[in-house]
C-alpha cells in the first residue's frame, strides 16, 4: 500500500477565513503509527495561503525524516559501541 494522506478541516471562521485543519499521513508498508500534523485557525481563504499550508506540511515532513534519521544513525552508533564495549569488559572478568 502507499503513503495517503487524509485532511480533515474544522472550525471553519467564515469571516476570518481561518480553520483548524489536520493532516494525516499514513504509510501503508510501514508498522509506525501515521503522522498527524495540526494547525490551528490556519488562514485558508486565498489560494496562496493554501499552498504556504501545504508547503509548511511538506517542510515538517522533510524535518521530521531528517530527525528521525539522526536518531536512528546515533541509536545504531550508541548500540555498536554499547555492545563493544560489554563484550570487551567480559573478557577482563
Not at 481561518?18 to 494547525?39: E, H, I, K, M, W
Not at 550508541?78 to 569488559?89: H, I, P
Amino acid at each position: 500500500m502507499a503513503i495517503t494522506w487524509e485532511i480533515k478541516i474544522t472550525n471553519v471562521q467564515v469571516a476570518t477565513k481561518r480553520a483548524n485543519v489536520t493532516a494525516t499521513r499514513t504509510d501503508g508498508a510501514s508498522a509506525l503509527p501515521p503522522q498527524v500534523y495540526s494547525f490551528t485557525e490556519v488562514p485558508i481563504g486565498t489560494p496562496a495561503e493554501r499552498l504556504s499550508l501545504i508547503n509548511t506540511i511538506k517542510t515538517r515532513v522533510t524535518e521530521r525524516a531528517s530527525h528521525n534519521a539522526q536518531v536512528e544513525d546515533t541509536v545504531a552508533d550508541l548500540e555498536a559501541a554499547g555492545k563493544t564495549a560489554l563484550e570487551s569488559w567480559e573478557l577482563t572478568r
